[in-house]
Nanobody, 132 residues
Framework: QVQLVESGGGLVQPGGSLRLSCAAS????????????IGWFRQAPGKEREGVSCISGSDGSTFYRNFAKGRFTISKDNATNTVYLQMNSLEPEDTAIYYC?????????????????????WGQGTQVTVSS
């Protein structure tokens, strides 16, 4: 069973930065991390969960939602099965619970999983609050 544990959230002032980490475990030899797409999603109070950025476990190709382009960077460390989300120039509108998710890409692509968040596994989330 794949498990995802997020960390790195917190309170930051507008214009500040945070780096979120997603520690992934439970992959098998038959279906290692390289077979998955990993993504970051967020859900603000009263809003639907939305994709932020996603990355391919195999070739590292990335996808960003428009609001994340130029401010956020997703990356992965295959040696430690960790996926990061570097967030810069944070705005109050970025306040949300941020979730890490993984999908086997059986019925979707890295890009599509970021647009329609119907994925196989979810983490518990980490709170990000942007406020002065």
């Amino acid at each position: 069973q794949v498990q995802l544990v997020e960390s790195g959230g917190g309170l930051v002032q507008p214009g500040g930065s945070l780096r979120l980490s997603c520690a992934a475990s439970g992959f098998t030899l038959d279906f290692p991390l390289e077979n998955y797409g990993i993504g970051w999603f967020r859900q603000a109070p009263g809003k639907e969960r939305e994709g932020v950025s996603c990355i391919s476990g195999s070739d590292g190709s990335t996808f960003y939602r428009n609001f994340a382009k130029g401010r956020f960077t997703i990356s992965k460390d295959n040696a430690t099965n960790t996926v990061y989300l570097q967030m810069n120039s944070l705005e109050p509108e970025d306040t949300a619970i941020y979730y890490c998710a993984a999908d086997r890409l059986t019925f979707t692509t890295v890009q599509n999983m970021c647009v329609v968040p119907l994925v196989d596994y979810w983490g518990q989330g980490t709170q990000v609050t942007v406020s002065s």
